[in-house]
T-cell receptor, first 116, second 111 residues
Framework: GAVVSQHPSRVICKSGTSVKIECRSL??????MFWYRQFPKQSLMLMATSNEGSKATYEQGVEKDKFLINHASLTLSTLTVTSAHPEDSSFYIC????????????FGDGTRLSIL | QKEVEQDPGPLSVPEGAIVSLNCTYS??????FMWYRQYSRKGPELLMY????GNKEDGRFTAQVDKSSKYISLFIRDSQPSDSATYLCAMSKAAGNKLTFGGGTRVLVKP
């Protein structure tokens, strides 16, 4: 149980392109989803917290207009990297927390984004 | 100083040995403690989830939390080459809150 699916797993695109990444909880409902960024050989860095039906809460230093987050349902959150540039190349990972008390976060398998 | 400290390793052990991992933290408000395993180019996989102090066992894995010392541990018994991965500790102040991660320890289990 507690499976989180992230799509696509790999994206290569040209500078200036906008890229959308989907995060789905397959067998549970998630009121809260999280988006992380991970650089090589480093730990996860939280970008934003997404609550279903409301605006995302962004961490300090993360550009809201650059990284658009939508959490329209209890099983789907999307991250759109707008007008991506090479410095946005990274490994993006989402997590989802099942609705209910004392539930841990479960992670997707990540999206490797490469901007040429 | 980071809120959560974790030795980056690598920690190399022979197959069948016990792997011992730990994290220290500075914020006494942390109540929920997790261990995740991450293979290269994959997302973290939840191994253990504990609340407050105490021990928890699940198969080959044992998690220990000592809040008085601000110290958590993960033990892996009968280690296998497939256990070779990066192990991340994480903690939060309340269930559902954002996680604070350690930097991860790379573990190599040699056949």
């Amino acid at each position: 149980g507690a499976v989180v699916s992230q799509h696509p797993s790999r994206v290569i695109c040209k500078s200036g392109t906008s890229v959308k990444i989907e995060c789905r909880s397959l067998d549970f409902q998630a009121t809260t989803m999280f988006w992380y960024r991970q650089f090589p050989k480093q730990s996860l860095m939280l970008m934003a917290t997404s609550n279903e039906g409301s605006k995302a809460t962004y961490e300090q230093g993360v550009e809201k207009d650059k990284f658009l987050i939508n959490h329209a349902s209890l099983t789907l959150s999307t991250l759109t990297v707008t007008s991506a540039h090479p410095e946005d190349s990274s490994f993006y990972i989402c997590s989802a927390r099942p609705t209910g008390a004392n539930q841990p976060q479960h992670f997707g398998d990540g999206t490797r984004l490469s901007i040429l | 100083q980071k809120e959560v400290e974790q030795d980056p390793g690598p920690l190399s052990v022979p197959e069948g040995a016990i792997v011992s991992l730990n994290c220290t933290y500075s914020n006494s408000a942390f109540q929920y403690f997790m261990w995740y395993r991450q293979y290269s180019r994959k997302g973290p996989e939840l191994l253990m989830y504990t609340y407050s102090s105490g021990n928890k066992e699940d198969g080959r894995f044992t998690a220990q939390v000592d809040k008085s010392s601000k110290y958590i541990s993960l033990f892996i018994r009968d280690s296998q080459p497939s256990d070779s991965a990066t192990y991340l500790c994480a903690m939060s102040k309340a269930a559902g809150n954002k996680l604070t991660f350690g930097g991860g320890t790379r573990v190599l289990v040699k056949p």
